[in-house]
């Protein structure tokens, strides 16, 4: 268990629809990163927030959207789904408590448009 | 430019060793991240090189040359479990993490 824990795991919704996805991170760690995986692809970075800030964005869509909240946990919201978002998406945090400052993921939610 | 190279995929024996490698450019230097992901799961931490040389940790050992850019991770005595992806990441100057996409690793018996 990474210590970082993500909501929902599983997610299948319609094509146009709006999702939101949850993430809280390690206690103590105050930057949390999103990623999208697509089936046998890397990860892709999408953007990054460091106690409550937007510290680096990534290839985010601009139909995609984040915030870091005041308890630190995150949300990304992605909107007018389209197939193509269909992926893995990965939460993952840092800063607090790894020796070298590694990221700790969780365990992801499983995106499917259909 | 910001880079990372790794091949994108190698086999190997069981009970063999295999070394897989990875050249990085960043825009500055704070470190080199390697990572192991099985299919549909999370990554996870595996080890962590920011000055030249060899770190071991049991069967798996990494190495991080910084004039040359390049780090490779090194796993012996290999186990069927050990089939998975590695994601060697290079950590910036302004902390930002530039990911490889990954070496998909098959271990044969």
């Known amino acids: 268990d990474s210590g970082v824990t993500q909501t929902p795991k599983h997610l299948i919704t319609a094509t146009g629809q709006r999702v939101t996805l949850r993430c809280s991170p390690r206690s103590g760690d105050l930057s949390v990163y999103w990623y999208q995986q697509s089936l046998d692809q890397g990860l892709q970075f999408l953007i990054q927030y460091y106690n409550g800030e937007e510290r680096a964005k990534g290839n985010i869509l601009e139909r995609f959207s984040a915030q870091q909240f005041p308890d630190l946990h995150s949300e990304l919201n992605l909107s007018s789904l389209e197939l193509g978002d269909s992926a893995l998406y990965f939460c993952?945090?840092?800063?607090?408590?790894?020796?070298?400052?590694?990221?700790?993921f969780g365990q992801g939610t499983r995106l499917t448009v259909v | 430019g910001q880079n990372i190279d790794q091949p994108t995929e190698m086999t190997a024996t069981e009970g063999a060793i295999v070394q897989i490698n990875c050249t990085y450019q960043t825009s500055g230097f704070n470190g080199l991240f390697w990572y192991q992901q099985h299919a549909g799961e999370a990554p996870t931490f595996l080890s962590y090189?920011?000055l030249d040389g060899l770190e071991e940790k049991g069967r798996f050992s990494s190495f991080l040359s910084r004039s040359k850019g390049y780090s490779y991770l090194l796993l012996k005595e290999l186990q069927m479990k050990d089939s998975a992806s590695y994601l060697c990441?290079?950590?910036?100057?302004?902390?930002?993490?530039?990911w490889g996409a990954g070496t998909k690793l098959i271990i044969k018996p």
């Open positions: 993952a945090s840092s800063g607090g408590t790894g020796q070298a400052g590694e990221a700790f």
């Open positions: 090189n920011v």
């Open positions: 990441a290079a950590r910036g100057s302004n902390y930002q993490l530039i």
